[in-house]
Each structure stands twice: as C-alpha cells, then as structure tokens.
C-alpha cells in the first residue's frame, strides 16, 4: 500500500490534516490504534454516534484511507519514502504501508507521580476515569476524588460529577494565582477564560471543594482505596507538616498533566525541545517540519495544548506537505494558543519537593515492584546518576510500560529531567514479525 502521505494518529491534530491535505489532492492514509476516529478527547462508546466536534472533520475524509486498529511500531526509511510498520487489532496481523511523507500525531499520556497506596484499586488516572465515562459510561466509583495538577482536572471533576458522582474535592498541586505571571496569553484567548469560568460555576452547583496548592499524599484501605490524606504544599510541593487530613472516598481519579508521546519521533532521530512544564516534546518549525526531512508532526507531540491547537497544527502540516504556504490568520492562531499553552504548562509544572511524599516502600515502578528505596539506594549507594543507570541496577522501566508510567518519577529521583524515550519499537511486536516484517523483502 502507497500513499503521498502517512497520518499517525486519528485525534484532533490527524484528522485535521487528513481532511486537509486529501482537500488538497494527496493521496492520505490515515493509521490509528483505536477502532473509530476522534483520539482520547473524543472517545466515544463503540456503536455510538460520533461526537459533534469530530464530526466536520469526518465528514470532509472522503477519499482518505482510514485504517482502525493499527499500532504503527517503527517508521523506517524506504529510498525516497518511508515505510510503516503496523500490527493490526487483537490478532496482531502485520501490515506496511509506504509514504513519501509522514505526519507523527500520536498524542499523549497521563504523567504519574507516584504516592504511598497509588497501587490500590480504585485509583486511577484522571483522564482514565474520563475515558471510562465516556468508552462505557462506567465511574470508577460512587464518591470520587480528583487531584493531580493540570488543566484537565477542572473537565474531569465536573464531567464526573455530571454524570452522578459526589467529586467531595478537586485537589490541584499548583496555584491558580500563578497564571496571572501570563496575563497578557489570557487575554488574548477569552474563550479558554470562559471555559474555566464554565467548570468553576460546575463544581460550585455539585458542591464541590477546590483545594488549590494541595496534593493526595496517601491513598488508604485493604481491597480498595477508601480514604485519601490530602496535605497542602509549599511553594517546591512539599507537603507542610500538620497540614494533612483525610477525606473518605471509594476511588480517587489522580494525574499530573500529559507526556507527548514520542517514540516513533525519537526512534527517527527527530529532535526534542524542552517544554515549560519540563517535559520533552517534537521540535518542529514554523510549517510542522521535524529534523528530520519527510517527517511533520502536530498536536500533543509538540507540546501539550489542547484541542484547538492540535487542529491548527494539522492543517498547518498538511499545507506545507503539499506544498502550500498557511495563511497568516493561521499561524497567527497558533501563536496564540501555543502561547496560552506554554503559560498553562509553567503554571502547573511539578515542583522538586514532590518526592517527598513518597516512604521507602511506596512501589515507584508498578511492573516491576520496584520501591522508592530500590531507587534511592541505587543513586545513594552505588553511584547511578541518571535514569538509565538506575533502570540497569533495579529494573525500574523494564516492565510492560517501559517506563511509560514510572519514568518522570525515576528521573526525579536520579536528579535528572525526564529524557526522551528513545526505543526501537513503540509497541509491543510479535517475534515473527521481527524476523519477516512486511515489506522486508
């Protein structure tokens, strides 16, 4: 299978310049793990109908070749193209695909930072809550708290408690005050400002408690989580002695921002930027371009910044891919919400101190049971200095995660920034499939 142009990923970013560049004339194929279009933000339930937001854009993908269920593991070069290599749905059929351009919109995961009983049942990522609401309209419980820090706290307390829980706090690490250091990006957005208006009048009607500068230090029970300890921060998030109390609950949805998702970009040789928050992201030009020619790449995996701007990205893409220049309202509108973005990632970046709420036998990687003693003994005893040195001495990051879930944790505790993920594959692959992929021969 040929294509001009090879989409990874079917959110907001993928579709936009699916829509876009197949308006323009090139032949698209658009790859993507889940089995209907729309990306985490717009995951629906199989069966139901498309959400609205997505829906223009579905519309205007006639004549793109859409392949669900695709897990694209490696991008490889193929003389003057590029080669795609994919496993498909649960049977893991392999499938290739050839491009002469490929657009990386792979998105995001929830960053994690680990806390004593973040291993029970019942806790679960904020966005994972989220998407259970909406894949099944399943709550993970009946009185449910959200904390963690991030934009997406404020969505996830009132989408939970619309749908019926009692959300008794929203528990945010970092400081609302702290956005007023980035006045001017929240002026020149007012519809983001009333979206927050939006969800703060939400949580006041569902009686809900905004404890800002305040972090979920514990989870407590035996089967299943049954009460948190909630603490405030100082200024670095360490929690302030005397300051902890506990609120019951039967499940906690916690989540400390996104991660762009990069393993295919990185696995290229792509080049990375530093973003506000200290996360690592694509570094790409005015027109999308990566380091590496032949490769685009919009949406989360440039930086974390919603919706909106995920779709300016793609269409912005798709226009340099054919070979057209993007209007000047265009890129102007993806200043701006870069800009707003990059105000929201400084505001909400994890303080050092958080560290501290961790004992020795809090578990830091759940694949590998390894502890938060594990970790400090291997830097405080025998000399490990940066993450991988750490991973070697303890197995922190080998597990089925690869390091997806503990790996901000581990660099923390190593005295490093969170790196890149840099692995040959991005996804689990058969053997087989390494011995004979297609298109091998």
Same mark, same amino acid.
């Given at each position: 299978?040929?294509?001009?142009?090879?989409?990874?990923?079917?959110?907001?970013?993928?579709?936009?310049?699916?829509?876009?560049?197949?308006?323009?004339?090139?032949?698209?194929?658009?790859?993507?793990?889940?089995?209907?279009?729309? !990306?985490?933000?717009?995951?629906?339930?199989?069966?139901?109908?498309?959400?609205?937001?997505?829906?223009?854009?579905?519309?205007?993908?006639?004549?793109?070749?859409?392949?669900?269920?695709?897990?694209?593991?490696?991008?490889?070069?193929?003389?003057?193209?590029?080669?795609?290599?994919?496993?498909?749905?649960?049977?893991?059929?392999?499938?290739?695909?050839?491009?002469?351009?490929?657009?990386?919109?792979?998105?995001?995961?929830?960053?994690?930072?680990?806390?004593?009983?973040?291993?029970?049942?019942?806790?679960? !990522?904020?966005?994972?809550?989220?998407?259970?609401?909406?894949?099944?309209?399943?709550?993970?419980?009946?009185?449910?708290?959200?904390?963690?820090?991030?934009?997406?706290?404020?969505?996830?307390?009132?989408?939970?408690?619309?749908?019926?829980? @009692?959300?008794?706090?929203?528990?945010?690490?970092?400081?609302?005050?702290?956005?007023?250091?980035?006045?001017?990006?929240?002026?020149?957005?007012?519809?983001?400002?009333?979206?927050?208006?939006?969800?703060?009048?939400?949580?006041?009607?569902?009686?809900?408690?905004?404890?800002?500068?305040?972090?979920?230090?514990?989870?407590?029970?035996?089967?299943?989580?049954?009460?948190?300890?909630?603490?405030?921060?100082?200024?670095?998030?360490?929690?302030?002695?005397?300051?902890?109390?506990?609120?019951?609950?039967?499940?906690?949805?916690?989540?400390? !921002?996104?991660?762009?998702?990069?393993?295919?970009?990185?696995?290229?040789?792509?080049?990375? @930027?530093?973003?506000?928050? !200290?996360?690592?992201?694509?570094?790409?030009?005015?027109?999308?371009?990566?380091?590496?020619?032949?490769?685009?790449?919009?949406?989360?995996?440039?930086?974390?910044?919603?919706?909106?701007?995920?779709?300016?990205?793609?269409?912005?893409?798709?226009?340099?891919?054919?070979?057209?220049?993007?209007?000047?309202?265009?890129?102007?509108?993806?200043?701006?919400?870069?800009?707003?973005?990059?105000?929201?990632?400084?505001?909400? @970046?994890?303080?050092?101190?958080?560290?501290?709420?961790?004992?020795?036998?809090?578990?830091?990687? @759940?694949?590998?049971?390894?502890?938060?003693?594990?970790?400090?003994?291997?830097?405080?005893?025998?000399?490990?200095?940066?993450?991988?040195?750490?991973?070697?001495?303890?197995?922190?990051?080998?597990?089925?995660?690869?390091?997806?879930?503990?790996?901000?944790?581990?660099?923390?505790?190593?005295?490093?920034?969170?790196?890149?993920?840099?692995?040959?594959?991005?996804?689990?692959?058969?053997?087989?499939?390494?011995?004979?992929?297609?298109?091998?021969?």
């Amino acid at each position: 299978m040929t294509a001009d142009l090879a989409i990874v990923g079917a959110g907001p970013a993928g579709l936009a310049a699916a829509a876009t560049a197949a308006g323009l004339g090139l032949d698209v194929t658009l790859l993507d793990a889940a089995d209907r279009p729309g !990306g985490q933000i717009h995951r629906h339930p199989a069966g139901g109908p498309v959400p609205r937001a997505v829906c223009p854009l579905v519309r205007k993908l006639t004549g793109v070749r859409h392949l669900p269920t695709h897990h694209v593991w490696t991008v490889v070069p193929d003389g003057a193209a590029w080669l795609l290599h994919a496993v498909v749905g649960p049977d893991e059929v392999p499938a290739a695909v050839r491009a002469r351009a490929v657009l990386l919109a792979t998105g995001a995961y929830e960053r994690q930072l680990p806390f004593p009983g973040w291993t029970l049942p019942g806790v679960v !990522g904020a966005g994972g809550a989220q998407a259970m609401l909406k894949a099944g309209g399943v709550l993970p419980g009946r009185r449910i708290v959200v904390a963690g820090s991030g934009p997406l706290l404020l969505a996830v307390a009132t989408t939970l408690a619309a749908a019926g829980a @009692r959300v008794p706090a929203l528990v945010e690490a970092a400081d609302y005050t702290a956005y007023a250091r980035h006045a001017p990006a929240l002026v020149r957005n007012p519809a983001k400002l009333a979206q927050g208006a939006l969800h703060g009048g939400a949580l006041l009607r569902h009686s809900t408690r905004l404890l800002t500068r305040h972090a979920v230090t514990a989870a407590h029970g035996t089967t299943r989580v049954e009460a948190v300890t909630v603490a405030r921060l100082d200024a670095d998030w360490r929690p302030v002695p005397g300051t902890g109390r506990r609120i019951p609950c039967d499940a906690l949805a916690v989540g400390h !921002g996104l991660v762009p998702q990069l393993e295919l970009a990185t696995g290229l040789g792509c080049a990375t @930027r530093r973003t506000p928050d !200290g996360t690592p992201a694509l570094d790409v030009d005015a027109q999308q371009r990566t380091s590496v020619p032949g490769i685009w790449a919009a949406g989360e995996t440039c930086g974390v910044g919603g919706a909106e701007l995920a779709r300016v990205e793609g269409e912005i893409a798709a226009l340099s891919i054919a070979g057209r220049r993007p209007p000047g309202a265009l890129t102007r509108r993806r200043a701006r919400l870069r800009t707003f973005a990059d105000g929201m990632a400084a505001a909400h @970046r994890p303080g050092p101190g958080w560290t501290d709420w961790l004992d020795g036998a809090t578990e830091v990687c @759940r694949c590998e049971e390894v502890t938060a003693d594990r970790v400090r003994r291997a830097v405080t005893d025998l000399g490990a200095r940066d993450t991988r040195t750490v991973k070697l001495l303890t197995r922190a990051g080998m597990g089925w995660c690869q390091g997806r879930m503990c790996g901000p944790a581990v660099a923390r505790l190593a005295g490093q920034d969170p790196a890149p993920d840099r692995r040959p594959l991005s996804c689990p692959v058969p053997l087989s499939q390494l011995a004979q992929p297609p298109g091998a021969e």
